[in-house]
């Protein structure tokens, strides 16, 4: 350690390759051995340590049963077996309140306590740890902590997550796609269907004419999202606008007060579309659609007047119109970034056209709620206010420092005039300078 040796010269060269070579050999060594005392603890059912799982708090070092949070983990397994999917299940903890388990850092500071997540929830219904087992490595153990799910309850939802994996047999469309599933033609009155691609452990889902039926040079898609998207915004427009309304109806087949409360349940029904969850998003739409088309410029909207009428609920004095009720919009398809987005455009007076985009308005917005809470919470930092949110804390700041935006640049994005490569991801990795002028030229707004 004390010797200096000169590694200009050839012997000096070797002396520092092989101390290095001998302490390069002592850390490989050294964790050898603390893996290998880690699997031998696990062989006897120790805990050795890191985030507690919900249902046990842990105590000398040992995990012990928390009755309340261990009543909690049934209920989420036993829900799990009573919905369709684990997507299914998100929605209905959010709705009952449900939150994951606080966490407490060394730092003093806490995670967790946020709604559950599909991730969440695929780590808890299948960690074996609720069954009184460690796991090394996939090679579970009996442990020391107590069982909190009974076998016959966790070997029901083990089944049901096998059969729901991925190339299972039962495996379903999640809810969160296909709400047009049946519902959408092409142009030429063709049924589209959906389907999907890859990338990593991500699936981006379409609606496309069947290449086998219209050949390569014919056939085309479209991003489910976008259309769906459409279609949920336009039918929950016009649900909330009586005139249109009023021409689902026959004339002279109601009075003023039923047309009033059949104009009062249309306005309900679209403003539970619109706040309503993935799961219930397909029922209402396939009770009042009957269908939609796709065309190069434009989308139709098909409405079939006697299921509207039923599903709001009208009196049976009041009978549908022998023509259904039809919106039509038209439809453009623009490169934002690296996507090939379907849009809506709408025209404003001296503007011309208008391509709001609904998440850069949302990331504003976001913004100025981030700001306010650090300029109201003064006494904690930005990494407690992300911890307390269960956000990320980079991303927290990233939002916050929009609150410099340019006021020209904000009203040009929430009037959308914004540039059409603008996205709020380019937003977020953009290098703002202070200058407002400045800010333009980076954004590309001069």
Partial sequence: ???SFNTTTSMGRLTLNILLSFAQFEREVTGERIRDKIYASKRKGIWMGGPVPLG????????????????????????????????????????????????????GGTRGGVHFKRGNLYHLLS??????????KGEAFQGEHEAIVAEELWDQVQVKLANQGQGGSSRKVSARTGVLAGLIYNAEGTPMVLTHTQKGNRRFHYYANRYEALGD?????????????IVVGQLSQTLALGIQVQSVLLDGTYTAGQLHNAISRCRQLGTELTAA????????????????????D????????????????????IQPSSSDLIIEREAIKMRRGRALRLIIPATSAGEGMSLRDDKLVTLLAESSEIMNQIMTKTDKSVPTLAAEQGRCRVRMMKVAKLVCLDPYIVTAIVEG????????????AADLPLAWPEQRRVLGFS
């Fill in 56 to 107: 046990y708090n842990v105590i000398d070092r040992k995990l012990v049963a928390n009755e309340v949070e261990a009543k909690q983990v049934r209920q989420i397994m036993q829900l799990y077996l009573k919905a369709s999917s684990v997507p299914e299940l998100v929605d209905e903890l959010a709705k009952n309140d449900s939150h994951t388990k606080i966490q407490q850092r060394k730092d």
């Fill in 277 to 296: 969850k993935n799961i219930r998003k397909p029922a209402i739409i396939r009770n009042v659609l009957d269908r939609v088309e796709l065309h190069e």
């Fill in 417 to 428: 005039r914004q540039p059409l490569n603008l996205s709020p991801s380019k937003l977020l």
């Fill in 1 to 3: 350690m004390t010797q």
């Fill in 127 to 136: 960690n074996r740890i609720y069954r009184g087992m460690t796991v090394h």
């Fill in 298 to 317: 434009r989308v139709v909207i098909k409405i079939d007047n006697r299921s509207l009428l039923n599903a709001i609920g009208a009196e049976g004095a």
């Fill in 217 to 229: 040079s014919n056939a085309s898609r479209v991003n489910a999202r976008d259309i769906e998207d």
